[in-house]
């Protein structure tokens, strides 16, 4: 079978796959259309005509960069759920096995967190008022774990590229050449140039452009050349300047490097097809994605979207062939330049988890200096990231704030550390202490933690909570459930603990199609039919959230007779809330 009649015959069964329902398992409504165009992008720019040789990094593209480049006015949520529908279709027609399908899902989760705090505007130089706008970042995250500043600033002066910056500046300043200065600092031929502006730019040294000889600067990429340099006002400074001063110097090279390095790369060569002015605007979505990383070659495919962008298709991608048999691939040189600061951290294949090793190739993620500058710029930007205590002082509290606003990967660590330093009891007794001084939204996050973490052995914490408030009825039947009994709940208390379940799920309610599939799934799963007495009683719930709740399935349930039997609930609960 010829590639053009493979790809027909996977159409043909996708149109199958979707027609039949078979794609109907979520909680969402499939756009046919939307899910055709994700497989025709895959061919046609990822070169997979065979969805058995979908690879790490391909979903990752399609999210980030082709889906949104082809449907610029479609709902991001959508672009989500036609991915996922695909990932599906790949495995439930036998084209990858489970293995496969399980780290292509978590590579899209990853590709999800990514693509909502992506750039709204690539990050360029003079465009950086407001990170949180251009990165289209939520007011809140975390907490999140970091070093102290002191710590921070000892890695900080541990860099091994500014470390060779300030020996090569040093060089100058003793009257070698450029050439020599850079022999001297163990600066690789390609980055001559890089690190002769980085070292002008952070102020080692200030270069004498009218004292410049033009015949000295051939051949080097420094447009300065061998021109005579003095000391720079921060020559002094590192790394044996304070802390404050040290994280400053070094988050203006991190800056100076993603907007500039490849930017100037491509004027010393001339390159005038490609335009690398914007290819950073991966490094917010690696900062969201922190503990699990992305993909470099994913990386690289965004970066070659944003530098063609004004190019064909074909040109494109002739172009930064081009470029990559002679320079390098820039996603590499950068990344490269980024490791030798210490602002990522890059995994080969086989070095890490055996999900990296499964997927191959290199996993790039943000270290903790890298986070700690991106986070220093979001919090000017009106964001409000909080930092997590010591490990021995973390509390259930900020476990839970974990859960809700984590980065990436965040919680499993976090989660790890803290269970593993108390008994399954005291955890248990925390937590459910937690879930019953909060909010329904935190209340479902911290009984979420108790069942996620812990086993038979918190059954005793379970049985003490059985008369708290707020958590007394989740207790009875978490309890009825272990033994495989009946919880003896009333029609009452089964009312208040659906209002408590349902109340959680409202402030994701945001207006997003995603989000109001979500509740309506929700909402059909707690209440059918054979429970419409329940709604018809939950007005007597003795819950904050309850008019919110009944409100909500008015309406949004589709069964006609229960979102009217709530309707009608409401209106009750609003007026006994006036009396």
């Known amino acids: 079978m010829n590639r053009d009649e493979q790809v027909a015959a996977t159409t043909s069964m996708l149109s199958t796959y979707l027609a039949t329902g078979a794609a109907d398992e ?4 499939v756009d046919t259309e939307l899910v055709h165009e994700a497989y025709r992008l895959l061919v046609d720019e990822c070169g997979v005509d065979d969805l058995a040789r979908i690879g790490s990094g391909d979903l990752t593209r399609l999210l980030l960069e082709l889906l949104p480049q082809a449907r610029p006015d479609t709902d991001p949520n959508a672009l989500v759920d036609a991915v996922d529908v695909l990932a599906d279709f790949a495995f439930d027609g036998a084209f990858i096995d489970e293995d496969l399908h399980g780290e292509l ?12 705090g992506s750039l709204v505007d690539p990050r360029v130089p003079g465009n950086e008022t407001s990170l949180k706008e251009l990165f289209n970042l939520p007011d809140r995250l975390g907490p999140i774990r970091l070093p102290d500043e002191p710590e921070l600033a000892e890695r900080a002066r541990g860099s091994e590229l500014l470390t060779r910056v300030r020996t ?36 080692f040294i200030t270069i004498d452009l009218d004292t410049a000889d033009a015949d000295t600067t051939e051949g080097t990429g420094n447009s300065a050349g061998d021109a005579a340099g003095t000391r720079g006002d921060t020559f002094d400074e590192w790394p044996d300047g304070d802390d404050d001063t040290v994280l400053t110097v070094w988050g203006h090279a991190l800056n100076w490097l993603l907007a500039w390095s490849l930017p100037l790369d491509a004027e010393d060569t001339g390159e005038e097809t490609l335009d690398f002015t914007g290819t950073s605007a991966w490094f917010a979505p690696l900062f969201m994605s922190w503990r699990v990383g992305l993909p470099v070659g994913a990386i690289s495919d965004i ?12 040109r494109a991608k002739a172009a930064w062939t081009a470029w990559t048999a ?67 002082e973390v509390t259930a509290a900020d476990l839970v704030e974990v859960l809700m606003h984590g980065l990436d990967g965040e919680l499993e660590q976090e989660a790890s550390t803290w ?3 108390r008994t399954t009891e005291e955890a248990a007794d925390a937590l459910l202490a937690e879930a019953a001084a909060g909010d329904a939204m935190r209340r479902a996050g911290a009984l979420g933690l108790v069942r996620a973490y812990t086993g038979a052995e918190a059954e005793p914490a379970w049985r003490r909570a059985v008369d708290a408030p707020n958590v007394g009825l989740h207790a009875r039947n978490e309890l009825a459930a272990m033994h495989g009994e009946d919880t003896g709940l009333s029609d009452d208390e089964i009312g208040w603990l659906v209002v408590d379940t349902i109340a959680a799920q409202l402030p994701l309610d945001t207006g997003h199609p995603e989000d109001a599939e979500e509740l309506q799934g929700l909402l059909t799963r707690l209440v059918s039919a054979e429970t419409v007495s329940v709604v018809e009683s939950m007005w007597r719930a003795d819950h904050p959230d309850v008019v919110a709740v009944l409100t909500a399935l008015g309406d949004r349930h589709p069964d006609k007779a229960i979102a009217k039997a709530a309707r009608k609930a409401s209106r009750k609960a609003a007026d006994r809330d006036r009396s």
């Open 26 to 29: 979520p909680d969402f409504d």
């Open 105 to 116: 899902l978590e590579e899209l989760d990853t590709a999800e967190t990514a693509m909502f």
């Open 168 to 203: 090569f500046a040093e060089q100058r300043l003793d009257g070698a050449s450029t050439a020599d200065a850079a022999a001297a600092a163990g600066i690789p031929d390609g980055d001559v140039a890089t690190v002769s502006r980085l070292a002008d730019e952070l102020g």
């Open 303 to 314: 970066m070659a979207d944003i530098a063609g962008d004004e190019l064909t298709a074909d």
């Open 326 to 392: 002679e320079h390098g691939d820039p996603a590499e040189v950068l990344l490269s330049r980024l490791a030798g600061l210490g602002a990522v951290e890059l995994t080969e294949s086989g070095a890490g988890s055996e999900s990296e090793a499964a997927t191959g190739g290199t996993l790039a993620r943000i270290s903790d200096l890298g986070a700690a500058s991106l986070r220093a710029e979001l919090i000017e930007s009106d964001m409000d990231i909080p930092l997590l205590p010591e490990p021995d």
């Open 419 to 421: 269970f593993a330093a």
